[in-house]
């Protein structure tokens, strides 16, 4: 991932929904990434959903509802 002071060449959100024992949790994440210079789209959504799961032990086991990926330039 980025810092607060760099950031990636492509800006991402995901939403993911959660089952939890009070029934369901669900969150929306965001941040820069920079792929690598072969990756996929596909590549690049498996790299973000597993930077994801580590960072917050309750994404893990849910479904991505929401994905997007676009350079991080106006």
Same mark, same amino acid.
């Given at each position: 991932? %980025?810092? =607060? ?7 991402? /959100?995901?939403? #993911? ?16 990434? %920079?792929? =690598? ?7 690049? /959504?498996?790299? #973000? ?26």
């Amino acid at each position: 991932m %980025t810092t =607060e002071t760099t950031q990636g060449t492509h800006f991402w /959100f995901m939403t #993911i929904h959660s089952p939890n024992a009070a029934g369901f949790f669900m969150n929306s994440y965001q941040g820069t990434w %920079t792929p =690598e210079p072969s990756a996929t789209r596909l590549d690049t /959504f498996n790299a #973000i959903r597993r930077y994801v799961d580590t960072e917050d032990a309750r994404a893990r086991g849910g479904i991505v509802t929401a994905f997007d990926i676009q350079p991080n330039e106006l």
